[in-house]
């Protein structure tokens, strides 16, 4: 049974950026045809999708925040990886790593427990 855990800087400053690390377990990050997810959720306000990463290294973007985002990996450690550039206070949520069952248009069947991080000077 694959396992996600995100970690990372539960506190940011406005400006900065930031990063957060998914380490997967009970199954590999490379294993064909699964995609890679990050989601948050900003306080009393819905799931946002954020952006994913393939099997294959291949990544993928929400248009509202292709500009600050990126997706990467190490599959040495069988972690991905987001950064968020120039946060604000309104990027305050918690974060949540996730995998699709299938493609990335398919539903998430596994996710991490969620990190909140706080974007505040």
């Known amino acids: 049974q694959v396992q996600l855990e995100e970690s990372g800087p539960g506190l940011v400053k406005p400006s900065q950026t930031l990063s957060l690390t998914c380490t997967v377990s009970g199954g590999s990050i490379t294993t064909k045809y699964y995609f890679w997810s990050w989601i948050r959720q900003p306080p009393g306000k819905g799931l946002e999708w954020m952006g994913a990463?393939?099997?294959?290294?291949?990544?993928w973007y929400s248009p509202s925040l292709k500009s600050r985002t990126s997706i990467s990996r190490d599959t040495s450690k069988n972690q991905f990886a987001l950064q968020l550039t120039s946060v604000n206070p309104e990027d305050t949520a918690v974060y949540y790593c996730?995998?699709?069952?299938?493609?990335?248009?398919?539903?998430?069947?596994?996710w991490g427990q969620g990190t909140l991080v706080t974007v505040s000077s």
């Open positions: 990463i393939a099997w294959s290294g291949s990544t």
């Open positions: 996730a995998r699709h069952s299938g493609g990335l248009d398919t539903a998430l069947d596994a």
